[in-house]
């Protein structure tokens, strides 16, 4: 069975400071998703990583994929309280089925 | 911009009940997925749909579920008699024929079964 797993599952940050959030995953996959969730709300594309080294920025956020390591990244550089949310990755075990597994979710929380 | 849109926004309903979840996909997508978020834990996914067949579904997408697109432009999950643990968040989500890798999801229904 595929696992998904992210750590931290809680995080606590100052503004300003950086922080990764790790996604790993146990099997084969060269797809990997970030998602963000705000509280009851639906969930928002953040970045799609289609191969082995792929790297991807926007704004304070940056995502890699390591596919032989099976683990993903995302960076958050010099933390904004607008960043608080819930940061899913989600792993396309099969290519091609797009059958999301998701992780377990890191929810963060930036302090002012 | 185009939205995936989900209707009810709450639903609540019976043990035993049958319940229909409603989704309208963004117009030119082809393929649709319904997802589920039990309070508090991650999305899992149930069921994906192409030119009017299943194309993927999970172990929790039993015969209590179905899937159809009775028009052009709707998107419905039926549970046939709830259950307690179907309370849930479902969401629905779409992506287009070029684009696949990229699910565009709805607003999602809390579905609260009693």
């Known amino acids: 069975e595929l696992k998904v797993e992210q750590n931290p599952l809680f995080l606590s940050m100052q503004e300003g400071k950086n922080y990764t959030i790790y996604c790993n995953y146990s099997?084969?996959?060269?797809?990997l998703y970030w998602y963000r969730q705000d509280p009851g709300k639906s969930l928002e594309s953040l970045f799609v990583?289609?191969?082995?080294?792929a790297v991807k920025q926007e704004g304070r956020l940056m995502a890699s994929l390591d596919t032989k390591a099976r683990l993903s990244t995302l960076h958050i550089t010099a933390a904004v309280h607008d960043l608080s949310a819930t940061y899913f990755c989600?792993?396309?075990?099969?290519?091609?089925?797009?059958?999301?597994?998701f992780g377990t979710g890191t929810r963060l929380k930036v302090l002012a | 911009e185009p939205e995936v849109t989900q209707t009810p926004s709450h639903q609540v309903t019976q043990m035993g009940q049958e319940v229909i979840l409603r989704c309208v996909p963004i117009?030119?997508?082809?393929?649709f997925y319904w997802y589920r978020q039990i309070l508090g834990q991650k999305v899992e996914f149930l069921v994906s749909?192409?030119?009017?067949?299943?194309?993927?579904k999970s172990e929790i997408f039993d015969d209590q579920f179905s899937v159809e697109r009775p028009d052009g432009s709707n998107f419905t999950l039926k549970i046939r008699s709830t259950k307690l643990e179907d309370s849930a968040m479902y969401f629905c989500?779409?992506?287009?024929?070029?684009?696949?890798?990229?699910?565009?999801f709805g607003p999602g229904t809390r579905l609260l079964v009693l």
């Open positions: 989500a779409s992506s287009p024929l070029d684009r696949r890798e990229t699910q565009y």
């Open positions: 099997t084969t996959s060269d797809r």
């Open positions: 990583l289609l191969s082995n080294g």
């Open positions: 989600a792993v396309d075990p099969s290519s091609g089925t797009y059958k999301y597994i």
């Open positions: 117009s030119n997508h082809l393929y």
């Open positions: 749909f192409y030119n009017n067949e299943i194309s993927e």
